[in-house]
């Protein structure tokens, strides 16, 4: 028997060719030989050829393993061992042990050798092109089991064109891989919707664009379908939430403390200065008589909604209102306030149901009231407040400082204010004018003046009664 020195035959260095000697003589010498019932993948010529003058590392015989074992396909070997120089060793980890655990586990939804294979190559290829935002095996995972996303080729493709055009919205940035197998980041991924390719669906197409971001990918994909999903997305991106590992769960609070969530208040009016409009200045609450802006709310509830189907904000204001009216019977001419997502809707409460109110015209000053008020005052003080036919009114040289388009709202404020003096002084003995104190003199008087004649007649009678009695003794 001829002996050749083991090392003749590795020769030296780190090449995979070498490498794969060295494990042949260590398994002999451990005795170790291949069970006859396990199949083994084998390259073909060519591709051991390439793959052999490869500098070895573990990754590359990890990558041999899952080949062997019959987990990824040649293509896919060569592409990860002569194409992939990042570091995706723990994608690789990932895969081995995803198929040692369905080897040992008899669920049914165990990942296939392909899927396997497509979520290893599209984690790694995130690690490859600079150009894209690296996820792991498990987020690659994840992808792979939502709707509107097919891994193709290690790219994750936007099947759903309205979803496509949802993330262009978001300002999402989309790719193509070139022939010279880089990169090229699109910049009006739009346009590549009118690629009849792409409007065919072929998602094994090199012009079918994915975008750049599978982290935002995936976070936005776990929520597009949910009720309200897409709202929420567009919220985060406006109020700069963070897309991370709790994305989810501040769906679950947006849906809780701000799209179903509502705070209804109610405002009665409080005087008709205004007329057949309806404006603040009715509503506003002024038991000095003085006017603020800062309305006071008769009624005020928070209100949270309990729905499962996609309604309109419109739609669910109304909801809101309709929940908050059940609680709180609500009379003509009331105004409710919803306050909602930063927004507010104003309603007024009619016979025929609700009006929907303009905020700014609601809240607009129909009138300079400071003017009027203090013109209104210096009447009042210098008593020229009167009433004429029936009229209050004040002098012609007053209103005339007043605008002719603000004077119907003076004179329902001058109404206002006397009928509300006139109040004050009934009830407040040291406010009345002289003359109300005379006439309540003269009242006081007349009816004391009418009790004395009664009571004088009385007596009259009683006097007469007792003489004609005694002019009866006599006879």
């Avoid at 090199?206 to 709202?231: I, T």
């Avoid at 204010?417 to 109300?436: A, D, F, G, P, V």
């Avoid at 009683?462 to 004609?468: C, F, G, P, V, W």
Wanted: one cysteine or more; glycine letters at 4%; hydrophobic letters at 35%.
């Amino acid at each position: 028997m001829i002996h050749i020195n083991a090392y003749k035959v590795t020769g030296k260095g780190g090449r995979v060719y070498s490498m794969m000697f060295r494990y042949a003589v260590i398994s002999k010498v451990f005795g170790i030989e291949m069970p006859k019932d396990v199949e083994v993948q084998v390259l073909s010529e060519d591709a051991a050829v390439q793959i052999k003058a490869e500098t070895h590392s573990e990754k590359i015989d990890r990558l041999l393993f899952l080949y062997g074992a019959g987990v990824i396909s040649e293509e896919t070997a060569l592409q990860l061992i002569i194409t992939n120089k990042s570091d995706f060793f723990d994608d690789i980890t990932a895969a081995e042990n995803a198929v040692i655990t369905d080897e040992n586990s008899n669920a049914e939804d165990n990942l296939s050798n392909e899927q396997i294979e497509s979520i290893l190559l599209c984690s790694s290829n995130t690690k490859k092109y600079a150009e894209m935002q690296p996820i792991s095996f498990a987020e690659a995972q994840e992808l792979a089991g939502l709707p509107h996303i097919s891994l193709v080729d290690g790219l994750a493709k936007v099947t759903d064109s309205d979803y496509y055009k949802f993330l262009i919205d978001l300002g999402e940035q989309f790719g193509t891989v070139t022939k010279d197998d880089s990169i090229r980041t699109e910049e009006n991924p739009q346009y590549l919707l009118e690629n009849e390719e792409v409007k065919k669906g072929d998602v094994k197409s090199q012009y079918y664009p994915f975008p750049l971001n599978l982290k935002r990918l995936l976070r936005y994909s776990a929520v597009y379908d949910k009720p309200y999903g897409k709202d929420f997305i567009k919220f985060a991106k406006e109020n700069s939430l963070p897309i991370d590992e709790k994305y989810e769960s501040r769906y679950e609070e947006y849906i809780k403390k701000i799209k179903l969530h509502f705070t209804v208040k109610s405002y009665n009016r409080k005087r008709h200065v205004c007329g057949d409009k309806i404006n603040w200045f009715d509503y506003a609450a002024a038991a000095d008589g003085s006017i603020t802006d800062n309305l006071n709310a008769d009624h005020a509830k928070e209100i949270d909604l309990d729905v499962f189907a996609d309604y309109t904000d419109k739609e669910l204001i109304r909801k809101a209102v309709d929940k908050f009216r059940s609680i709180i019977p609500l009379d003509e001419g009331t105004v409710i306030e919803v306050y909602h997502n930063s927004e507010k809707a104003l309603y007024l409460v009619k016979k025929s149901g609700l009006e929907s109110l303009d905020n700014e015209k609601f809240h607009v000053m129909l009138f300079d009231f400071n003017k009027i008020w203090g013109i209104i005052q210096l009447c009042s003080r210098s008593r020229q407040i009167k009433v004429i036919d029936g009229k209050i009114t004040i002098p012609d040289n007053f209103m005339e400082e007043i605008e002719p388009t603000e004077r119907e709202y003076a004179e329902r404020i001058i109404k206002e204010q006397y009928l509300i003096m006139k109040e004050r002084r009934k009830s407040n003995r040291l406010i009345r004018t002289l003359s109300e104190l005379k006439s309540e003199v003269k009242t006081q008087r007349a009816q004391q003046n009418k009790q004395q004649a009664v009571t004088e007649q009385k007596q009259k009678e009683i006097a007469e009664k007792k003489l004609n009695r005694g002019s009866s003794t006599e006879g």
